[in-house]
């Protein structure tokens, strides 16, 4: 069935260190979304992808996030000179049926 | 855009006890409304969802009620048991053309049942 793997699972990082986040939809779902979730706090829309391209990235929330993604395939979240408040669990998401979505099991990093 | 309110944000109930978490929502094109149970260290999990031309959705001891008037939709668990601690995020999606379901999400409710 549907599946989202996400690496790693933890990352703890330096202030001021770059970070990838990688987000394989298992069975090669065509929509992908990035979410991040702050401790405490719901889920906040980071990205949005159909194919490799990204026709929303509303939610990036500084020229520091960036997102790529090769074909229908992994999906790579960068966070550059990362500061404390990147801090946070990283959710990769990828359609289930028509509505609704299906979520990896995040990346908590931490930023120290 | 939408904005999505949840409440309470911490619930206590006694086993065996129900269990209701309430959730608001703002824009009246959002069309489909599901739920998600985030168990710790892991992604959140869809346990229950609604399309706005259903007023009640009910499987086995989950059961989801909406009010597209009112704009509000809850989401009820009876005779809880300890493995039904979890947060549980509602959510309001908006389907458009370009970029597929937007999905916006209430703050969450962290759920302690005690047995």
Same mark, same amino acid.
């Given at each position: 069935?549907?599946?989202? %793997?996400?690496?790693?699972?933890?990352?703890?990082?330096?202030?001021?260190?770059?970070? @990838?986040?990688?987000?394989?939809?298992?069975?090669?779902?065509?929509?992908?979304?990035?979410?991040?979730?702050?401790?405490?706090?719901?889920?906040?829309?980071?990205?949005?992808?159909?194919?490799?391209?990204?026709?929303?990235? %509303?939610?990036?929330?500084?020229?520091?996030?960036?997102? @790529?993604?090769?074909? @229908?395939?992994?999906?790579?979240?960068?966070?550059?000179?990362?500061?404390? @408040?990147? %801090?946070?669990?990283?959710?990769?998401?990828?359609?289930?049926?028509?509505?609704?979505?299906?979520?990896?099991?995040?990346?908590?990093?931490?930023?120290? | 855009?939408? $904005?999505?309110?949840?409440? +309470? /944000?911490?619930?206590?109930?006694?086993?065996?006890?129900?269990? !209701?978490?309430?959730?608001?929502?703002?824009?009246?094109?959002? $069309?489909?409304?599901?739920?998600? *149970?985030?168990?710790?260290?892991?992604? +959140?999990?869809?346990?229950?969802?609604? =399309? &706005? $031309? !259903?007023?009640?959705? *009910?499987?086995? =001891?989950?059961?989801?009620?909406? $009010? *597209?008037?009112? *704009?509000?939709? &809850?989401?009820?668990?009876?005779?809880?048991?300890?493995?039904?601690?979890?947060?549980?995020?509602?959510?309001? &999606?908006? =389907?458009?053309?370009?970029?597929?379901?937007?999905?916006?999400?209430?703050?969450?409710? /962290?759920?302690? !049942?005690? +047995?």
């Amino acid at each position: 069935g549907a599946g989202v %793997s996400q690496s790693p699972s933890n990352k703890v990082t330096e202030k001021g260190k770059d970070v @990838e986040l990688r987000c394989d939809p298992i069975s090669g779902h065509t929509a992908l979304y990035w979410y991040r979730q702050r401790l405490g706090q719901g889920l906040e829309f980071l990205i949005y992808f159909q194919g490799n391209s990204a026709p929303d990235k %509303s939610g990036l929330p500084s020229d520091r996030f960036s997102a @790529e993604r090769t074909g @229908e395939s992994v999906s790579t979240l960068t966070i550059q000179r990362t500061q404390q @408040e990147d %801090s946070a669990v990283y959710l990769c998401a990828a359609p289930q049926g028509y509505y609704g979505y299906t979520f990896g099991s995040g990346t908590r990093l931490t930023v120290v | 855009g939408e $904005n999505v309110e949840q409440h +309470p /944000s911490t619930l206590s109930v006694q086993e065996g006890d129900s269990a !209701v978490i309430k959730c608001t929502y703002s824009d009246s094109a959002s $069309n489909y409304f599901p739920w998600y *149970k985030q168990e710790l260290g892991k992604g +959140p999990q869809l346990i229950i969802d609604i =399309r &706005s $031309n !259903v007023g009640e959705k *009910k499987d086995q =001891r989950i059961a989801v009620t909406l $009010n *597209k008037t009112a *704009k509000h939709f &809850s989401l009820h668990i009876t005779e809880t048991q300890p493995e039904d601690s979890a947060v549980y995020f509602c959510a309001a &999606s908006i =389907r458009f053309v370009n970029t597929g379901n937007q999905f916006y999400f209430g703050t969450g409710t /962290s759920l302690t !049942v005690i +047995p």
